[in-house]
């Protein structure tokens, strides 16, 4: 079930017995401390720990088994899509709820994806934020309500278009839609830095892409990754 802003009000009591355990994901200390502040102000929500990058959050997600992970996206070491795959792999009772800036970014499509509950914008009032870890928490999704629309059709349109980027051969399956993109201009010839800037990424987010790819290609380098997709036509 898909609830967008106070429409969860219409869904059933989410009032539980113990608070809920919640662990924050962000490279901003500053910020961390003022949600772990704002939250702690409400009984039902518990702070379990706080990580500066994916790999930070997925130590601390094995040793404190939080119940709903606020995960930001643009981070340094690895950023919150990659994390939110590999916790829902490690964790897949975990809930991801992506606390993000921007609200159309091509990230948030991606960690969808890649398995978060929804997401929620950095600037929204607290009580929607605790609102919005109590619906994620009780196995429903919670999108941003200003672009929840949007993003159903963006969706709808993705999933038209899919076939024909992965039902081409089986390793493109493998790919998100970020890394399908990388690999696209990687095929071109262009450097991390050209296609961060291409991108709107960091370079060290494309580095952290490109580690996957290397990995899902089972190639020892981007030349191989590049021939190879050039071969399946990902250009």
Excluded: C
């Amino acid at each position: 079930m898909v609830v967008a802003g106070a429409a969860w009000r219409s869904q059933p009591d989410f009032t539980m017995s113990a608070p809920i355990k919640t662990l924050l994901v962000d490279d901003q200390v500053l910020f961390r401390e003022a949600i772990s502040t704002l939250l702690s102000l409400d009984s039902s929500i518990e702070i379990v720990g706080e990580a500066g990058n994916g790999v930070e959050a997925l130590q601390l997600a094995a040793k404190s088994q939080p119940q709903v992970v606020l995960m930001d996206l643009r981070m340094p070491v690895m950023d919150g899509v990659e994390a939110t795959r590999r916790l829902r792999a490690a964790h897949p009772g975990m809930r991801v709820l992506v606390l993000t800036t921007f609200d159309l970014e091509e990230e948030v499509f991606d960690v969808l994806r890649a398995g978060a509950a929804g997401y929620i914008l950095k600037d929204s009032p607290s009580a929607q934020l605790v609102e919005a870890i109590k619906v994620v928490n009780a196995g429903h999704a919670y999108l941003q309500p200003s672009v929840a629309g949007r993003v159903v059709a963006e969706f709808k349109r993705l999933s038209k278009a899919a076939p024909s980027i992965h039902h081409a051969d089986p390793l493109l399956h493998q790919l998100s839609t970020r890394e399908a993109d990388i690999v696209r201009l990687l095929a071109r010839g262009m450097s991390n830095k050209e296609i961060a800037v291409a991108l709107f990424l960091t370079e060290g987010t494309v580095k952290n892409h490109m580690t996957s790819i290397l990995e899902k290609f089972d190639a020892p380098d981007r030349t191989t990754v590049a021939l190879r997709a050039r071969d399946l036509g990902l250009t």
